[in-house]
């Protein structure tokens, strides 16, 4: 069976610090793992990590994937409030164009 | 990029009742279109898989008869919750994606309360 996990569930930190979250992931033909920020509505789209060891960035956050261990971080630095939301991974696969498996995410609470 | 729209955002019906969910595709005609749930504090899962012309593909565990999915046309799948029943209340959400630039596009999502 497909699996994606997501650690920690929840993260309480403050302002400034920085945050690590981690995904790994048991699916079988597995194409790219997916970054997605969930506030109150749908999630919005972050990152797509497809070759191994290559960060992704944009602005304070960047991720990485690596093939080997089957696992994926995502990075931010100096968070602010408005980083507050859960923070789903997603194994997309290799048929079905578009299929993907989520993880259960991370909920982060970035506090003043 | 792709926008996909969801209609309506919220519904609230009596049990037994039916309830039909639109999801549009606005700028890019999806051969395929995704249907999630997601329950409170719980990630998204995946309902079905819905193919333009053909039958939607179900994912173990979902009802097939419960769960009505038409895509009828390349900007349009419908999900209709038939017989709706307080334990359907959810947060459902549908997605499109876009090969060319593989990206995932999600619907804004339409909360269901059945009561």
Not at chain 1, 3 to 26: F, I, M, R
Not at chain 2, 97 to 108: A, L, N
Request: charged share 20%; aromatic share 8%.
């Amino acid at each position: 069976e497909d699996k994606v996990v997501q650690s920690p569930l929840s993260l309480v930190v403050h302002e400034g610090d920085t945050v690590t979250l981690n995904c790994s992931y048991e699916v079988t033909n597995f194409r790219s793992l997916l970054w997605y920020k969930q506030e109150k509505k749908a999630p919005t789209f972050l990152f797509m990590l497809t070759s191994s060891g290559i960060e992704k960035k944009s602005g304070r956050l960047s991720s990485i994937l690596d093939k080997k261990e089957l696992s994926s971080i995502l990075n931010i630095t100096a968070t602010q409030t408005g980083d507050s939301a859960i923070y789903l991974c997603a194994a997309l696969h290799n048929t079905n164009a578009g299929k993907s498996t989520f993880g259960d995410g991370t909920t982060l609470t970035v506090k003043p | 990029g792709a926008v996909v729209s969801q209609h309506p955002s919220r519904v609230i019906c009596k049990s037994g009742t039916s309830v039909k969910i639109e999801c549009r595709s606005l700028d890019f005609q999806a051969t395929t279109m995704f249907w999630y749930r997601q329950f409170p504090k719980q990630s998204l899962m995946l309902m079905a898989t819905s193919n333009e012309g053909s039958k939607a593909t179900y994912e173990q565990g979902v009802e097939k008869d419960k769960f009505l999915i038409n895509h009828a046309s390349l900007t349009l799948s419908t999900l209709t919750v038939t017989s709706a029943h307080p334990e359907d209340s959810s947060f459902y959400i549908c997605s499109v994606w876009r090969g060319p630039r593989e990206t995932q596009y999600f619907g804004p999502g339409t909360r269901l309360l059945v009561l």
